[in-house]
């Protein structure tokens, strides 16, 4: 099956600074991406989706101006969580998807202090 | 919200067939029934996905009841590898923007 990637694995930040997580697909393109955050013990939550050349759609409640979604090609979304707070600390996926398929990455675990 | 029922846990012996319930009373006649998993830690695996057909891949198989009410995963020869959150998910094809809702799952254990 198709292979998405994500970077970094897990990343610690201090509180008040901003952290990039990459998703890439490594060999499709995908014009949609999304992006789930997950928090011990729950289900995946959709935060947004990510359109290649065009702004991201945001779920209810997640802020855009603070998780900061950008698309620029068709193999590459950045997730950019913007002054980070301790309450930020979550596992993050994105997920890629092709026409019958959604194909995950291996999620990026973010610890803010 | 999720369109979908599950329960919460299920336990299962090494070898034996897993059969993992899937309620979705509300689906409609587009929507297809999606199976992922996701093993702790990890991102969600697909398993397998079918509309009102019977499917059979390599890993699993999926029963769909006539009505569409209800469906069935059916993981033929459980190995401990199995050990995950089961999730049953309706969504239209995702050749458009379709979104994934996940539930909560079942939390499958595969005992030795």
């Known amino acids: 099956g198709a292979v998405v990637s994500q970077h970094p694995s897990w990343v610690i930040c201090k509180s008040g600074t901003s952290v990039k997580i990459e998703c890439r697909s490594l060999?499709?393109?995908?014009?949609?991406m999304f992006w789930y955050r997950q928090f011990p013990k729950q289900s995946l939550m959709l935060m947004a989706t990510?359109?290649?050349?065009?702004?991201?759609?945001?779920e209810q409640g997640v802020e855009k101006d603070k998780f900061l979604i950008n698309h620029a090609s068709l193999t590459l979304s950045t997730l950019t969580v913007t002054s980070a707070h301790p309450e930020d600390s979550s596992f993050y996926i994105c997920?890629?998807?092709?026409?019958?398929?959604?194909?995950f990455g291996p999620g990026t675990r973010l610890t803010v202090t | 919200d999720a369109k979908t029922t599950q329960p919460p846990s299920m336990d299962c012996a090494e070898g034996r067939a897993a059969n993992l319930p899937c309620n979705h009373s509300?689906?409609?006649?587009?929507?297809?029934v999606y199976w992922y998993r996701q093993i702790h830690s990890q991102g969600p695996q697909y398993i397998i996905h079918?509309?009102?057909n019977n499917e059979t891949n390599e890993m699993a198989s999926l029963i769909i009841t006539e009505d569409r009410k209800s469906s069935t995963l059916i993981l033929p020869h459980a190995t401990l590898r199995d050990t995950a959150v089961y999730y049953c998910?309706?969504?239209?094809?995702?050749?458009?923007?379709?979104?994934?809702?996940f539930g909560k799952g079942t939390k499958l254990t595969v005992n030795p």
């Open positions: 997920s890629a998807r092709q026409p019958y398929e959604q194909y």
């Open positions: 060999d499709f393109q995908a014009t949609t």
């Open positions: 990510s359109n290649e050349g065009s702004k991201a759609t945001y």
């Open positions: 509300t689906i409609s006649g587009n929507e297809y």
């Open positions: 079918g509309l009102k």
């Open positions: 998910i309706v969504a239209r094809s995702q050749g458009g923007s379709e979104k994934l809702v």
